[in-house]
């Protein structure tokens, strides 16, 4: 059989409390730790709480809107008057397009009026 040899340190009383302090101090933060760790997972369930209840209000909202649309009159409109509202649009634009380009003419021939002033003085 093994017989075992207990080993003695003689330690001086200052380096006893030196490390009596360490341990102390050690402690200390490890309970430090432990109370952040306990706060971080309170914040992460009130956090998944909040998120859940964000998910419901948005599922409910999504829900008002599909009942407020389902409730909104649906008008068909025929296909003509939708080719006619498109001739006239496409009318309006021309004529827009015409008064740009009568625009543009005007101020061409008035900056020729201008320099043929310009070259008679």
Known sequence: MVTENPVYLKVEYSESVYSKKNILSAEMSL??????????????????????????L???????????????????????????????KEKRKAIEDNKDLERQLQEIQEKLRELENNSNQ
């Open 31 to 56: 309970i430090k730790i432990a109370k952040v760790i306990k706060k971080y997972k309170l914040l992460r369930q009130e956090e998944f709480i909040l998120r859940m209840q964000i998910y419901k």
């Open 58 to 88: 948005i599922k409910e909202t999504n829900a008002m809107i599909k009942k407020t649309k389902s409730t909104f009159p649906y008008i068909k409109v025929p296909e003509r008057q939708k080719i006619d509202e498109m001739q006239i």
